[in-house]
């Protein structure tokens, strides 16, 4: 089964991309669907752990399971049957002063229904992404 995914342009460096994109504590920020996450257990690293708390009220469970900085993530998350997973690849652009993030997300699931929520989520996991650098992007304050 494929990974679906896209390629989202941040207006830093993938250092500072990937410490802030990695962080579960940052993920309320720029995650539509979080209402906040709980449990972390562990370092910002390969094996950390923590519960998304969704704002439909699911709470998967999460963890870091590729860690190279600052130039590739990975997690896995599982909730009942589904079990879901994302990479991040980040380069640098014109020196450093920009980057941008490879990603890609699958779904599995029992059947058909992994494929159809992959299709369906990689646009809100690239809508969130953009968040993200939309933040940023902001002026600090």
Same mark, same amino acid.
């Given at each position: 089964m494929p990974r679906y995914g896209g390629r989202v342009h941040f207006p830093s460096s !993938?250092? /500072? /991309?990937?410490?802030y994109l990695v962080d579960p504590l940052n993920?309320? &920020? +720029?995650q539509s669907s979080l209402r906040r996450v709980s449990s972390?257990? @562990?370092? *910002? @690293?390969? @094996? &950390?752990? +923590?519960v998304d708390e969704t =704002?439909?009220?699911? =709470?998967?469970?999460?963890?870091?399971?590729?860690? *190279?900085?600052?130039? !590739? +993530? %990975?997690? %896995? @998350?599982? +909730?009942?049957f589904v079990r879901a997973e994302l990479t991040l690849e980040l380069e640098d652009e014109r020196a450093g002063a920009s980057s941008y993030v490879?990603? !890609?997300? !699958?779904?599995h699931a029992l059947g058909p229904l992994g494929t159809l929520a992959s299709l369906l989520s990689v646009r809100a996991v690239g809508s969130d992404l953009r968040r993200a650098a939309s933040r940023l992007a902001a002026p600090s304050t």
């Open positions: !993938r250092e /500072v /991309v990937f410490d993920r309320p &920020q +720029w972390v257990v @562990g370092e *910002v @690293g390969a @094996g &950390q752990t +923590w =704002k439909p009220g699911i =709470k998967p469970r999460m963890r870091t399971t590729e860690y *190279v900085r600052p130039v !590739r +993530w %990975s997690e %896995s @998350g599982t +909730w009942r490879d990603y !890609r997300f !699958r779904i």
